[in-house]
């Protein structure tokens, strides 16, 4: 099975541990994605609403960059870093997907990352 690796500069560039994404069989696998901004490497937005909007920013640019669109998302998951925030990352993730949503877990963020308060992954139809 033939795989691509997908990259854009127009979102987080990710540590030299993982990609972006890889495009495969058919679907488009979008790493864990932080809040952070393409240009300057920092951290977008003090609240989880902001970090959200952020995190989808950079999901939807990767995917852009694999061929596929947010509409094509058929599972993605969100990794906070307080259960608290479950509420505001909902607010802003409606925002996204009012209307027939991709299927979606959740989980917590396994390490303290100063100032990170969510990450996105996603997978999507090619």
Known sequence: MARDIVFTPNAAKPPATYSQAVKAAGLVFVSGTAPIDAATGAIVGATVQEQTRQCLKNVSAILEAAGSTMDKIVSIT?????????????????????????????????????GLKVSVAAIAEA
Do not use: C, S, T
Request: glycine share 6%; proline share 14%; net charge negative.
């Open 78 to 114: 969100i990794v906070l870093a307080d259960e608290d925030d479950f509420a505001g990352m909902n607010e802003e993730y409606l925002r996204w997907f009012p209307v027939d949503p991709p299927a979606r877990q959740g989980a917590k963020l396994p390490a303290r990352i100063p």
